[in-house]
């Protein structure tokens, strides 16, 4: 566990579009979530399995890869990587927006950071 005495500062702020990609592991590109018919997550949707992991442990989408051994390999069917369910909390996705956005917390928040980094007054 971590010790949170043990730091000395902590440091926010902003994000570069760059520096997000290299965190995501893929595009978001449809709104959908969960297909109703299937109840599995729809390809390049909120819940993609391609970008965020499998949603069973050691599983890919299509189910063509099960189990174990089969460990690290990524599905030539369904593109999903066949490791454990849980990576889906870790991993991250990025959608592509036609303007750059700023989270409201940046925005409204008092002072306003986002005013405060721009120098300007409200």
Do not use: Q
């Not at 297909?35 to 050691?58: A, Q, S, V």
């Not at 089969?70 to 991250?92: F, I, N, Q, S």
């Amino acid at each position: 566990m971590i010790d949170v005495n043990e730091f000395e500062y902590m440091k926010i702020g902003l994000a570069s579009p760059d520096k997000i990609r290299s965190w995501s592991y893929g595009e978001v590109k449809k709104p959908e979530t969960i297909n109703y018919r299937t109840l599995k997550p729809e390809k390049d949707g909120l819940f993609c399995e391609r970008i965020f992991g499998p949603t069973k442990d050691w599983e890919c989408h299509c189910g063509k890869y099960k189990r174990v051994r089969y460990k690290g390999v990524v599905c030539d069917r369904c593109g999903v990587e066949v490791t454990r369910a849980k990576v889906r909390r870790e991993r991250m996705g990025h959608i592509e927006l036609a303007a750059p956005v700023s989270h409201i917390w940046y925005f409204k928040g008092i002072p306003s950071r986002m005013g405060l980094i721009l120098d300007m007054s409200p």
